[in-house]
């Protein structure tokens, strides 16, 4: 099965990078979840958590607040004006 590219980063620096098989992050719109082959999405952070589960089955969450979340063909990028992994 395919995973994800994952890339999150805030205005100073890149958070968390690498592969993972599955991304849930809080919109305004709501809560979305994202696996390989998801449509390509562009989406407005609201402030709170993203949950990334690696590639080996780990678990990285990540405080994000002020950004957007995209998708597009098996790559995640998370781009927030604040962001740190708790």
């Known amino acids: 099965m395919a995973n994800l590219q994952v890339t999150v980063v805030s205005a100073a620096a890149e958070v ?3 592969e993972a098989t599955m991304v849930v992050a809080k919109t305004t719109e709501g809560e979305i979840g994202v ?3 998801h449509e390509p999405t562009l ?3 609201a402030a709170g958590e ?3 589960t690696t590639a080996d089955g780990q678990k990285v969450t990540a405080k994000a607040e002020d950004g957007f979340l995209s998708v597009d063909n098996n790559v995640v ?3 927030a004006g604040l962001a740190e992994i708790i």
Do not use: D, E
């Open 16 to 18: 968390w990078s690498g």
């Open 35 to 37: 696996l390989a082959g």
């Open 43 to 45: 989406g407005v952070l």
């Open 50 to 52: 993203v949950r990334i």
């Open 77 to 79: 990028t998370v781009v």
